[in-house]
């Protein structure tokens, strides 16, 4: 439901960001993933052992590319909602291991503050277009066009609500393929962000996460990942040749 998301902000740039993490105790997630593990080998043999002997078992298996976690972690699910641009959320989508929902493109949640170095203007720019994607949206509503229908002259830039569902095995798969160094950068803050509600709820998540967490790279279409250090290096890099 969009009414859900806070309007009382309406204009102002906003960055895309996870809102509210749904995940299962850490207690009841071991002892979940526990009852699945422990009635097979070599966990069977020694009914003493805990969950900690399947996390050292599991960080001397390699995993290739396009190998999950075992099939033990689609037990325990975890949910996701946040804000992003509408832009950034077609991406999010595409990876199908999970599911995903949105709410309707308006200018209502607010418009995509881009958190890295920028070019003159570019925010005075994005302002004018949320103001013109407004004055538009209230023209078109006092039409009573359909909710549905006023999605396409907006903006890719405008926010959506949304969630996204999956359980451990889907997500950890998801977050490290979503935070190479390639990925763009607004889709890879939220998988951060989704690794970031995980390693706090369960400790010992990082022991078995691929999940790159650099915090920022410069660009994705690069020959390799090079990782922001400092915004103000950045930006006089960006901008030496015109001072």
């Known amino acids: 439901d969009p009414n859900e998301f806070d309007y009382g902000r309406m204009g102002d740039l906003r960055p895309s960001r996870i809102l509210e993490p749904v995940i299962a105790d850490d207690e009841i997630a071991r002892r979940i993933l526990w009852a699945s593990f422990h009635r097979q080998p070599p966990f069977s043999e020694n009914p003493s052992r805990k969950f900690n002997s399947v996390l050292e078992k599991l960080k001397t298996i390699p995993r290739g590319e396009f190998d999950k976690l075992p099939n033990h972690f689609e037990t325990v699910s975890a949910a996701f909602s946040g804000v ?10 595409r990876q199908q291991f999970c ?3 949105r709410t309707y493109v308006t200018p209502l949640i607010g418009f995509y503050l881009y958190d890295k ?113 400092k915004q103000e290096e950045i930006y006089h890099a960006l901008h030496r040749d015109t001072e």
């Open 84 to 93: 992003m641009s509408f832009r950034g959320w077609r991406d999010l989508q």
């Open 99 to 101: 599911t995903h929902y």
């Open 117 to 229: 170095p920028e070019p003159h203007g570019f925010f005075k720019a994005c302002s004018e277009v949320w103001q013109k994607n407004l004055a538009l949206y209230h023209v078109m509503k006092s039409h009573g066009v359909p909710d549905a229908l006023m999605q396409y002259p907006m903006a890719l830039g405008n926010l959506v609500g949304f969630q996204i569902s999956g359980n451990l095995a889907q997500m950890e798969f998801c977050n490290w393929q979503r935070t190479k160094w390639n990925v763009n950068h607004e889709v890879r803050q939220i998988f951060l962000g989704i690794e970031s509600s995980l390693r706090c709820a369960y400790p010992w998540w990082q022991e078995i996460s691929r999940t790159d967490i650099t915090p920022s790279y410069i660009f994705a279409r690069t020959n390799k990942g090079i990782p922001i250090k």
